[in-house]
């Protein structure tokens, strides 16, 4: 019999059609009976593996080994009882089972009533203890491999010498991709950024010459200055392939308590400088082509595109700024930037066609197109699938989602949704078992429930949507994108303290981009070594998808209401969790009715932009006529003086981008003139970036003493990027703007003293808005404030109305400066439980004593100053409080 180069008899597709015809049902359509439950069998053992993994990966080896014998003894003894209970003559007898071709040939009127699904009450508990052993053979297995898995990270000696905090010589093999650090504000200081990469030791040498061949795995930390092997810097360290092994010296330290299978921290040293002892495998260096092909590819792509691409096809993240990353974590759309199964899923659906139309006999996608028959078909799809896992490196988070996409995709393909649980259970079990740090990660769990949710709820909701005339594409990717938010904010919130209000509409807008700029991305990366021309033409066409997801991103971030601060725990979780098992059903009525979804979606609407005006009628911030506001940033400043409407001269950004940026939209600023960065310490001038974003800046201005060097270069980096120009501050100068007029009292022009310090280089302010006079000192010192009552601007410092208290308020303040300014309103700026005990209580007392209202932004929140002179009184002067 001749067949078809798909296998099908000829006219089959003809006979499955007639009969469908028949039955009253279309072709490729599942019968209502395979859907109507979820088939939940695997479910629990699913669990019971995760948790039992996530419990037992630091327990003691006895505890586990105990626990893991236990269940497998217990788990036999009661298969063995179900297989003893299932002796002949238990079962009920009955009519056969009718063929299933009947059932579908039939038609609708003489089909046989569904079997019962409840068996004979004999048979329960074999089913029972069959459920049950399987369970516990699951939790046997995955308290096994737990066990080994933790045992394996805690052998050898590279534990104990990290308690010892040694210093050693390591011979390591890198087993990721390095990174770097993400820049953090401690004090007046930011964290350099360091090189993180991670590797396995497999020999080490400690400082008695005693070497041991071992397998150990460390996260490395490379400062700046360590040069990378065979010379450069930071550069030639990130561009280390997975594979390649190193000889390194440095000191090793606890590693910190996580999801992570790490023995310990190793920090490396430059001398002696670190060598290349071992080249990267062939398929790493293959991968490594590949990559760096599709970064040149992207060069002449605008920034946001160049950094995104990249990540988005291979996760390669590179590129990706702070800033658009932050973007990306406030808009939910963090997923993105990583590898996730959606990019197999979305290659494999362009080879094969649809899932949801897997089951029609007319086939889909590339492969009939190129004449591949079904085995081919399969066959090139796996070996897609391992280019995948090589490309984007096999480490744990990439095989996650490869095994999670050609599951879900496999599952879909089968047109019944009673199969797409099990499978991602299925999926779940093996991961656990294979490997058991998985159970701890939280992309591990998002990914489960994200997955779970778009299999099990999503087709649900959009069937929901559908029925109220919602067009069917536009309904399945509400169905998706919020059944997805629903079931992973939980976890979000905990790991942000934060629940975003516009992930919904943001990933809705990113996912249309999505699968192009993926397609186009990965035909780039296969084509850059071959023919970069073609690469980098492909290149520019992704990176028009690619630079519309990060505009969404950025748009959604910059919303006065794009997020509400959450507690960030397991019982936010909760309570978050509770809070949406309420909303749903409330949502499903509201769905209903037309006119409540429009006025849902206009308050909704409200809540996200907060337009400034209805925000001051409501809450009352900012107040009307405000004339000074200073910024809750924590420890650090941020003051903002008003010059017009939505106009402000910023002085000094905070430690943090975030929380200056959403002081500034609060205060509805969108124009800024000017921005004085008083001293270079990163409490003042980490923030910059929020500042910027968003925002017309026309200049900079800065103090002449440029240290920390790293921080000025930080500043005119920003400022070149933003093309800023940057001036510097002298005493003397005066400027008016908006009705608003300021001159700078410090620091003096050349010849300038040699201060102890950035601090006593400050630029201070005396500034004039409706009549109030306003003294801010930044963080001027006792030396440099004494110098300042010896200039000639002392004359203007006398009876102020606010002054900002310098240094945050700390005890080293000048008593004749304080005495002369004695001004009516004394604001300072400190965070809360701040480490140096600002503001001090001597230097609080005297202000007080002076006749001065104190106010401090760790109790009060920020600040905001109303009022004004009309003549020579004193005039009025009001406080608000955010």
């Known amino acids: 019999m001749s067949t078809t180069t798909d296998g099908a008899q000829p006219g089959a597709g003809t006979a499955r059609r007639a009969a469908h015809a028949d039955s009253g049902g279309r072709f490729d359509t599942a019968h209502p009976r395979q859907d109507t439950t979820a088939d939940l069998r695997l479910v629990p053992p699913a669990l019971a593996a995760w948790a039992t993994a996530a419990l037992t990966l630091d327990a003691p080896v006895a505890w586990t080994a105990g626990t893991a014998v236990a269940c497998l003894v217990a788990g036999l003894t009661l298969l063995w009882r179900s297989r003893a209970n299932r002796r002949p003559g238990t079962a009920t007898a009955g009519p056969p089972a009718p063929a299933p071709e009947a059932i579908t040939n039939a038609p609708p009127d003489h089909r046989p009533p569904a079997p019962a699904t409840d068996e004979p009450p004999a048979l329960r ?506 910024c809750d940033v924590g420890q650090g400043d941020a003051t903002v003086l008003a010059a017009g409407a939505g106009t402000g001269v910023v002085v000094d950004a905070g430690p943090d981008p975030a929380l200056v940026d959403r002081c500034l939209r609060e205060l509805g600023i969108t124009r800024i003139p000017l921005v004085v960065l008083t001293h270079f310490h990163a409490d003042h001038v980490a923030g910059l970036p929020g500042v910027l974003r968003g925002r017309t800046v026309a200049q900079i201005e800065t103090t002449g003493f440029e240290e920390p060097a790293e921080q000025a270069a930080f500043v005119r980096r920003e400022a070149a990027e933003h093309r800023i120009p940057v001036t510097r501050a002298v005493a003397g100068e005066r400027r008016a703007t908006g009705g608003l007029d300021w001159q700078v009292l410090w620091p003096p022009p050349d010849p300038m003293p040699s201060p102890d310090g950035p601090n006593d280089a400050s630029v201070a302010l005396l500034v004039r808005s409706a009549g109030l006079r306003m003294l801010l000192l930044g963080d001027l010192e006792p030396p440099a404030q004494q110098e300042l009552l010896r200039s000639p601007a002392a004359a203007a410092l006398s009876r102020v109305d606010v002054l900002k208290v310098a240094h945050h308020g700390s005890a080293y303040q000048d008593p004749q400066l304080l005495r002369l300014a004695a001004p009516r309103l004394a604001l300072i700026s400190c965070g809360a439980d701040n480490p140096y005990g600002h503001p001090a209580p001597g230097t609080v007392a005297r202000l007080r004593a002076a006749g001065a209202v104190v106010l401090r932004t760790d109790r009060d929140g920020a600040l905001a100053v109303t009022g004004g002179r009309t003549g020579r009184g004193a005039g009025e002067l009001a406080v608000a409080r955010d």
């Open 125 to 630: 508990p074999a089913w029972r203890n069959a459920s049950v052993g399987a369970l516990l053979l699951c939790v046997a297995g995955a308290a096994a491999s737990a066990g080994l898995h933790g045992a394996d990270v805690r052998r050898g000696p590279v534990p104990g010498l990290a308690r010892a905090y040694a210093t050693v010589t390591v011979e390591v093999e890198i087993t990721g991709d390095p990174w770097l650090s993400r820049p953090r504000v401690r004090g007046d200081h930011a964290t350099p950024i360091a090189v993180l990469v991670r590797g396995e030791v497999r020999r080490v040498e400690d400082g008695e010459g005693t070497a041991v061949t071992t397998r150990s795995p460390v996260l490395m930390a490379v400062d700046p200055g360590v040069r990378a092997p065979g010379g450069g810097g930071r550069a030639q360290w990130l561009g280390l392939l997975p594979s390649t092994r190193l000889r390194v010296t440095g000191r090793l330290a606890p590693a910190t308590a996580g999801g992570d299978p790490t023995a310990a921290i190793l920090r490396v040293r430059e001398d002696p400088a670190p060598t290349v002892v071992g080249e990267p495998s062939g398929p790493q260096r293959l991968a490594g082509r590949l990559r760096a092909g599709l970064r040149e590819a992207t060069e002449g792509l605008p920034a946001d595109a160049r950094a995104l691409l990249p990540g988005l096809v291979v996760g390669d993240t590179s590129r990706i700024t702070p800033e658009l990353d932050e973007a990306f974590e406030q808009t939910d759309l963090a997923h993105t930037l990583a590898v996730s199964g959606s990019n197999l899923t979305i290659l494999l659906a362009l080879l094969i066609g649809p899932p949801g139309l897997a089951q029609q006999v007319e086939r889909r996608g590339l492969a009939p197109r190129l004449g591949l028959s079904l085995r081919a078909t399969s066959l090139f799809a796996s070996a897609l699938t391992l280019g995948f896992v090589v490309v984007c490196r096999p480490d744990p988070s990439v095989l996650r989602a490869a095994v999670c996409g050609a599951v879900a995709l496999l599952a879909l393909a089968t047109g019944r949704r009673r199969s797409l649980l099990p499978a991602l259970a299925t999926a779940v079990l093996l991961l656990v078992l294979y490997d058991p740090w998985l159970a701890r990660s939280y992309g591990f769990v998002l990914s489960v429930l994200a997955t779970g949710a778009l299999l099990v709820l999503a087709p649900g909701w959009s069937e929901a949507l559908r029925r109220r005339g919602v067009p069917e594409r536009l309904a399945e990717a509400l169905g998706a994108a919020a059944a997805a938010q629903a079931v992973c904010a939980p976890v979000v919130v905990v790991l942000s303290a934060r629940v975003s209000l516009v992930s919904v509409p943001c990933n809705l807008l990113a996912e249309i981009a999505v699968a192009p700029a993926t397609v186009l991305g990965f035909a780039a990366l296969a084509a850059a070594p071959v023919a970069m021309p073609l690469a980098k033409a492909l290149a520019w066409c992704a990176g028009w998808p690619a630079g519309w997801i990060a505009g969404i991103a950025r748009a959604g971030a910059a919303l006065p209401g794009a997020g509400v601060d959450w507690p960030g725990s397991w019982a936010g979780a909760l309570l978050l969790a509770a809070v949406t098992l309420v909303v749903v059903p409330l949502g499903r009525r509201v769905l209903r009715h037309p006119w409540r979804c429009g006025a849902f979606a206009v308050l909704l609407a409200l809540l996200v932009v907060r337009p400034v005006p209805l925000t001051r009628v409501i809450t009352g911030w900012p107040p009307p006529g405000w004339r000074l506001a200073m």
